[in-house]
């Protein structure tokens, strides 16, 4: 115990050494760039803001992620360089194949339905009088964590064997009306689609709250020339709301697909990745944290890496056309 404690006093004092050093070094960063003038005051400044920042970015994203590369190449225990064998492994492996076919499965269905709901559900209570009341009904799930969601949904789930009392909502309701229950996380490939709902759930709240943003963004004069030319409810969201809003969809969608790319807390908490309901970031934590395979973790964070970033790129240019526009 008093090694235990040595050690933990000694890690903080050698923090604050650190910190204390880093803040006497922009001191006086600070201090030479006070008394510099003309073209050689200004790479002092960026050193001064920029540089902390620039460090934290160096320490806390970019070597994790040369290291996780390296380490893919690695042998499970990053001990012997084996080359590409981890990627191909995590191309063909029987769980792999799953992890990746729930994960698109994820991404294909989980954006569509919850901008889907979040773009009805804005639609049809715009400028209605319990418009706060109800947005605000829809927009609540974002308040809970995914593992909270989990096991909310995992309750609503619940399954006992046939002829046992149910405490699982859905299961207790089919009871009450004499049906039997279903297993909804048991039996695949149902479970996932059951899964995929919790976080369609979370997320079309937030799909709403943009969307309401940008519908009220809709220039007034152009809905009212479409409703003289005898435009309908539908033809009126069909040809002039969805182009309006084409730009907020797009990143909607986006930022929802990058959310779901890196699903694990759901899967974990309600299945335990089990049943067929593996998912990458699962499978990286399974292989990484459980059976200690260190190169075929790694190469799976990379796969989550290389399908993530396209989408952060598009999206980051989306919202700076959509800047643009409205500039």
Do not use: C
């Amino acid at each position: 115990m008093g090694f235990l404690l040595n050690n933990r006093v000694g890690h903080l004092l050698i923090a604050i050494m650190l910190f204390v050093a880093v803040v006497a070094v922009l001191l006086l960063i600070a201090k030479v760039a006070d008394g510099l003038r003309g073209k050689a005051r200004m790479p002092a400044v960026i050193a001064v803001f920029a540089g902390p920042a620039l460090l934290m970015l160096a320490v806390g994203l970019i070597y994790p992620f040369i290291r996780t590369v390296w380490m893919s190449f690695m042998d499970a225990r990053s001990q012997n360089f084996i080359g590409f064998d981890n990627y191909v492994t995590a191309l063909t492996a029987d769980a792999s194949v799953i992890a990746f076919r729930n994960t698109f499965l994820w991404v294909i269905l989980t954006p569509l339905l919850s901008t889907t709901i979040g773009l009805v559900y804005a639609v049809l209570i715009d400028q209605s009088r319990l418009e706060k009341a109800a947005k605000a009904l829809l927009f609540l799930p974002m308040a809970i964590s995914f593992v909270g969601a989990g096991i909310i949904w995992r309750f609503v789930y619940d399954y006992k064997g046939a002829g046992q009392d149910q405490i699982g909502v859905i299961n207790a309701l089919l009871n009450s009306v004499g049906l039997a229950p279903v297993r909804f996380l048991q039996d695949a490939p149902g479970n996932t689609i059951f899964l995929i709902l919790v976080l369609v759930w979370i997320e079309a709240g937030f799909a709403m709250v943009i969307l309401s943003a940008a519908i009220k963004a809709v220039p007034v004069d152009i809905i009212e020339a479409a409703r003289l030319d005898g435009a309908n409810s539908w033809e009126l969201f069909r040809n002039i709301t969805v182009p309006s809003i084409r730009p907020s969809l797009v990143v909607v969608l986006t930022t929802i697909s990058i959310a779901t790319l890196k699903i694990f807390d759901i899967t974990r908490t309600m299945t335990g990745a089990q049943f067929d309901t593996q998912v990458l970031a699962n499978q990286m934590y399974d292989q990484s944290f459980v059976f200690g395979n260190n190169g075929l973790g790694s190469a799976m964070a990379v796969f989550i890496f290389l399908l993530v970033v396209p989408l952060v790129v598009f999206n980051v240019r989306q919202m700076a056309k959509n800047r643009e526009v409205r500039g």
